[in-house]
């Protein structure tokens, strides 16, 4: 038996979100909507190649200056780019990752400048440190994203990340 059928009835239990929803209205697809969408893809883009780069200097291209980036515990909750950054360079220390978007549904209200943004993840983690080297771990996800139209763009203000089934692996700090 593979190791992740022996674990999947221990991990089950830790699962503690409800079914994701489907959007209550199909996407609104005028030319405007369709611009910003695009624009937002873009810039929801760039958080795996931040990320899995360990570039943090893109962080601003992505978030407002004070936006909430929220996982479950124990990760944990973070406001602010500069502690965005911090989380990210203590957590990723010795990982290598990636992270692989999936479906993904934008809905963009122009008049508001606003807009919500449901993104399914893949995100592979492996250690490379000397007590972590060859541990792994997978976690399938959804991000949840709200974002505002700013001078410079499209910025994240919140986003959530949603697991959607049992993390796979073993990896330690
Ligand atoms: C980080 O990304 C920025 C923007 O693309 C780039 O100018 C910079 O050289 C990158 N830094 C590193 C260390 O790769
Ligand atoms: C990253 O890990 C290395 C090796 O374990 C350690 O020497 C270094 O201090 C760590 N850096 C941070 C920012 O935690
Ligand atoms: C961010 O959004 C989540 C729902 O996706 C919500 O629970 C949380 O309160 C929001 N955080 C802030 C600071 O608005």
Redesign the pocket.
């Known amino acids: 038996m593979h190791l992740p059928q022996l674990l999947l009835p221990l991990l089950l239990p830790l699962l503690t979100t409800s079914l994701p929803q489907p959007p209550s209205h199909p996407p609104s697809l005028s030319f405007s909507t369709t611009i910003a969408t695009i624009q937002i893809q873009q810039t929801l883009a760039l958080w795996p190649l931040a990320v899995d780069s360990k570039n943090y200097t893109l962080l601003p291209l992505i978030f407002t200056p004070t936006a909430f980036l929220g996982s479950p515990p124990p990760t944990g909750n973070f406001i602010g780019i500069p502690s965005i950054t911090a989380f990210l360079?203590?957590f990723l220390?010795?990982t290598l990752t990636q992270h692989s978007y999936g479906t993904q549904y934008i809905d963009v209200d122009i008049e508001r400048g606003t807009a919500s943004a449901a993104t399914y993840l893949i995100a592979s983690f492996v250690g490379t440190?000397?007590?972590n080297a060859g541990e792994y771990l997978v976690n399938r996800a959804k991000y949840e994203d709200e974002l505002v139209e700013g001078e410079g763009g499209w910025r994240v203000v919140n986003r959530t990340l949603v697991y959607m089934v049992p993390t796979v692996g073993n990896l330690t700090a």
Request: aromatic share 0%; charged share 0%; glycine share 14%.
């Open positions: 360079t203590l220390n010795n440190g000397p007590s």
